[in-house]
């Protein structure tokens, strides 16, 4: 059974920094590529920040260029989202997500930016 479990959510105030992680089980972790998504209140889930599954390879949605960075372990089959410069608009619940021929969604980690 293939699990994902998000973890490292939080309230943070604002120019803070988290760290939140995936971690996989249950399949070849070395060949999915990960992504983490996102999801405010009243807003569709949206992509943030994509990695291929060999790590090699990074692409970031706008808003978080330069502030967000995503990368993996393949030995711990872990994820990772290092959020930094955080803003009160990045407040959502964050979604792991794993791709190769079949696609799996974590259940998410709430993340709040508010002083």
């Known amino acids: 059974q293939v699990q994902l479990v998000e973890s490292g959510g939080g309230l943070v105030q604002p120019g803070g920094s988290l760290r939140l992680s995936c971690a996989a089980s249950g399949l070849t972790f070395s060949s999915y590529s990960f992504g983490w998504y996102r999801q405010a209140p009243g807003k569709e889930r949206e992509l943030v920040a994509t990695i291929t599954n060999a790590g090699a390879t990074s692409n970031y949605a706008n808003p978080v260029k330069g502030r967000f960075t995503i990368s993996r372990d393949n030995a711990k089959s872990t994820v990772y989202l290092q959020m930094n410069s955080l803003k009160p608009e990045d407040t959502a619940k964050y979604y792991c997500?794993?791709?190769?021929?079949?696609?799996?969604w974590g259940q998410g980690t709430q993340v709040t930016v508010s002083s």
């Open positions: 997500h794993a791709r190769y021929f079949w696609t799996y």
